[in-house]
């Protein structure tokens, strides 16, 4: 039981995008992933768009600094969500990413409306 808990202990979850609806294209705040290590692994917890033809697009992006110039990360992409809830899962390197990341969602349709989480969990680093 000790070495399970231990294991648990070493497991951070982090908000990147809390639980909000959203009409409109934005980016979410970039979160710092230095004290991490490997892979992350990010869940989209989406219910369904509402509108006419709502779509979702969410990819992650990095940079150096918090307040800097974000990039796509490649592959780091969710499939598009529409007019049915949605839950996916995708794995990024930690170590292919800058020091911040951040998610970047594309709202589109008339009159959209998409309620959704977007959550990392990863491995805290030794030390």
């Known amino acids: 039981m000790a070495i399970l808990r231990q294991a648990l202990d070493k497991l951070q979850l982090t908000a990147f995008h809390p639980t909000a609806a959203r009409t409109a294209t934005g980016n979410g705040t970039g979160i710092d992933v230095q004290t991490m290590d490997g892979d992350l692994f ?22 150096d600094t918090s307040g800097g110039t974000y ?6 992409t969710f499939t598009q969500v529409t007019t049915t809830a949605s839950q996916q899962a995708i794995t990024i390197s930690k170590d292919e990413a800058k ?6 969602y594309t709202v589109g349709g ?18």
């Open 42 to 63: 990010l869940v989209l917890d989406s219910a369904a768009g509402t509108g006419t033809t709502p779509t979702l697009d969410i990819k992650v992006q990095s940079s």
């Open 71 to 76: 990039t796509d990360i490649t592959g780091a």
């Open 99 to 104: 020091r911040y990341i951040r998610v970047v």
């Open 110 to 127: 008339t009159s959209p409306s998409f309620t959704f989480s977007v959550n990392a969990i990863g491995v805290k680093k030794y030390g």
